[in-house]
C-alpha cells in the first residue's frame, strides 16, 4: 500500500512539473517585425480587399479555376478556404490585425512611431475591429445585402484614421 502511494505520488508530481514546463509565460514581450505600411499591404489591405469583393460578387458563386491546386491558389476566394469561407476569415483577420495596430514600438515607414497613445488612434482601431466583427457575422450568414452596408463601414473606419495620419502631402509627415 505504502509502495503504491509513493509510486502515485511521484507520478502526480511529474505530471505537475510537466504541466508547468508547458505552460507559456505571460511576460513574453510583443516583437514587431513590419513597420504600419508593411503591415498594411501585408496584412489588413489584402484581408479588406477580400470583404470589399463581396460587394460586387456574391462568394458564393465564386468557382474554383479548372487544372488549378486550390491550394495554390493566391487569391483567397478561389483557394481551397474559399467563398464566403474566404470573406469570414478575411474580416476575422482585420478583427485579430486591430491587436497588431496597438502593439508599441511598432513605426510608420518614415520612422515615426505609430501614435498608438493618441485616443484617436484606439477609436479608430476598435472602429476597424467592430466592423470587421459585423462584416465577418454577415459573411457567416452568406448575407451579400449586409455585406455591401458594412463594407461602407468598414471603409469609413479606416478612412478616419487615414484622414488624419496617412493622407499627408509628403509621406514624411506620416503618423505626426
Known amino acids: 500500500m505504502r509502495r503504491t502511494v509513493l509510486t502515485l505520488s511521484l507520478l502526480l508530481a511529474a505530471c505537475g512539473l510537466s504541466l508547468i514546463a508547458q505552460t507559456q509565460s505571460t511576460n513574453t514581450v510583443q516583437q514587431v517585425h513590419a513597420d504600419l505600411n508593411q503591415l498594411m499591404r501585408g ?13 460586387a460578387d456574391d ?21 481551397t478556404f474559399g467563398g464566403w469561407v474566404a470573406v469570414e476569415n478575411a474580416a476575422l483577420a482585420l ?3 486591430a491587436n497588431l495596430l496597438l502593439i508599441p514600438g511598432r513605426s510608420c515607414s518614415n520612422g515615426a512611431p505609430v501614435p498608438t497613445k493618441d485616443p484617436a488612434w484606439a477609436m479608430f482601431v476598435q472602429e476597424v475591429r467592430d466592423a470587421s466583427m459585423k462584416a465577418y457575422k454577415a459573411a457567416q450568414a452568406k448575407d451579400q445585402d449586409k455585406m455591401i452596408e458594412l ?15 496617412r493622407d499627408r502631402r509628403t509621406p514624411d509627415n506620416r503618423c505626426k
Open 151 to 165: 463594407s461602407g463601414t468598414l471603409s469609413t473606419a479606416c478612412a478616419g484614421c487615414h484622414r488624419k495620419w
Open 95 to 97: 478583427a485579430e490585425s
Open 43 to 55: 496584412v489588413l489591405y489584402p484581408a479588406a480587399n477580400v470583404v470589399f469583393s463581396a460587394q
Open 59 to 79: 462568394p458564393g458563386d465564386v468557382k474554383f479555376i479548372p487544372g488549378h491546386d486550390p491550394a495554390m491558389s493566391t487569391d483567397p476566394l478561389t483557394s
